[in-house]
């Protein structure tokens, strides 16, 4: 069993394809960090300038109408709401000319639940212009989440009282990349190398089946070993990735782990904060069960039709359905909580974006575990199974 | 030369593989046709109503003043917005279905856009506006249809049109398709080597009948386009072959659409003998088929990643690959902007298929490679 392992690992990782699997991940990784990463530009920075020209304009506003009875009531409305929000907007601007980060923090809190409270349900006013991109019909919808969501976020800097810099209130830090980026398309990547990876595992005994008839051990016991050694191959797809990591937390310091991370509840509407290690560690293992899910694809597949090509084909598919189906606000009115391809998107699933966009109550973490690992076990007792008869043999 | 041919197409005939791929291929264009009818893809009605809301954010990146022809606004407030006025005059011409108000708000805008571009402090409202080219395509096309008196169809897409942007969505990743297609296209004869030596032929020539086998089964692919869209026909009618379609090609110009379809069938034979050749010659040299697919889409993704590199080497074939992105003229919004001209890039493509072509007949059929 050992010496079988140690074969198929050497073979796993002397494996031409899978080297270059690895070589293209670094690559990406290298690219991320120095490309990519020091040219985002998030919607919410701090920007002294905006704000300036935000708090001026309505300053001279209240200024010229203040004092004046009987106006439209657009402008009393106007009147009602500017001056709090110019408080907010003048403490933020202080704050970050003093270089006093606690109050810019507390400040910016504010604001942002403020802005948000003013603007959700109103027709004239706006959330930041960038969210409206031409062609974006829910540039709204997405600066209300935009808007709860930084607002969690420096609520979380207020009571956490991490060590604040300029890189942590614009998430550019190492860890928050990560976070942003488990929210984006990192487990895709993370799916599509472990599906390059493992792709071959079984089949490529087939080249040479009077080598391996030698081995004196049992079909299912093999398969065992290979589906571990394609999952160890496949975690440690992260090794490279970790490069781009530490490169980015040299620029721009790494976070730390008790970091804020926004999670949207559906029911009540609202954010709260779950720290940064815990976000982390549930990614991960909800990234393990789909590798494993993947795994599991592999292994049936090629012990039943036994070509790489379908392989390939089925578990991409996988992977791209949502993007077949996927549509604002259809989880109002269908069952999309019920396939297993609603939940590759991880990040979103466990920030509850998935929840928002969707509109949906059940996209959760917890469904999304139960439904990915029931599906992954039933496939590997129908695995185990098939490979007991002797249609499906291993080697022909 | 022909019993190879015959003995290839009898084994290509029965491949699983190609079967599946033409199945596959049938089922993504007819699931397109339904998409198209279900969302009513291109039924202005639907797609410009939401057109203003940019504009609207736009506007309120200004301060509020006075934005008559004297005012003391700046000129790109000004313009801003009479834009945002424009646009309730569009949506009532959609509304009530008159083709001649619609195109006349449409140039208006087009025009107002043109001006914004060359005001100071465009850079502040770039983002919520059309890019420059986007603009100049919109006005050709509506300055077309209005000297040509022709009627704008306010229904969804017919199939001509269809079939236009059909191309276009294919077209943007047909070479990759092509590229995993035809990855293994040498690899089973190096696994059976001892059947392959049975053939009494050249390798080049080998090579050649096995190539021309898989153009069939592409262009087996590209009647398969056509054929499958032809229920459209049943739904939304025909439509006019001549219709117009703006077109970047170094200038902005309007083909009808048949000609838009022409070229991009063109465009598509050469992109897959190109990648057809290229995957020969790498199966021959990695003899693998995912070190073959990973080399192809690295050479597609290199200019992607590295926009500064199309300029420096503009005949590299792969900055054509993605050819409706160079008919849109997308090259001009990259951070580098360069003109990429179609034509051109037509003849660099047949330049690469012929430079291909001789490094399999005289590299590739000498040494070791010979015994097969």
Redesign the interface.
Known sequence: MWAYFKWEFRQFFTNKKNIAVYVILLFLALYFAFKVAPIYEPIEKVDVAEMEARFTTRDDFIKSVGNKTNVHPAVGYALAIFPQWNELDKARIEAIANKDYLKYVEATAEWYKYSDAIIVNSGQLFYNPLYYTYGNDFGHADGHYGYGYTGSRFTGYAEGNPEFSLELFEERTALQTLQRLLNNYLPIVLFISCIFLSVDIVLKDRRNPSLLKGFPIADWKRLCMKGLIAFIGSVMSFIPLCVGFVIIGLQNGFGDFSLPVPIYSYIEKTFTNMSMGTFILKNALFISVWILFFIAIILLLSLIVKAEFINLFVSLIVIAAEWLYSNRGMGAFTDIQRYPTSYVQVGQIISGYKNYIYESLHLTYQNGLIIVGSCTLIMMVFTLIVSQSKRFKLIA | MRNILKTLFIIEKTD??NI?ACLIVALCIIGMVVFANATELGNPIKEKS?ES??V???L??F?IVDASEYGDGSDIYKNIVKQYYTYPKQRMALKTEQPALFIETAIVLTELRKQAFEMDDYELIA????SKIENEMDSSYYKYLKEHNLDLSFGSLSFYPFLAFLFSVVGSFWFILICIYSSNIMIDDF?HISLIKGYPIAFSQYVLAKCMTSIGIVFIFIIELIVCSLPLIYFNGLGQASYPVAVFNGEVTIYPIYKYIAISIVYMICLAVFAILLSVILNVI?K????TI?VQI?FVVIPI?FPGLIKLIPFNPFNYVNFPSVLNGDSLNLAAPVTLNSYAGLIYLCISIVLLMAIIKWFLSTGKLQKI
């Open positions: 699983r593989k599946f939401s809301l940019p609207k954010v736009a309120n990146k301060q983002g919520n506006l059309p696994r990695l693998n088929v995912y070190l990973f690295i990643l």
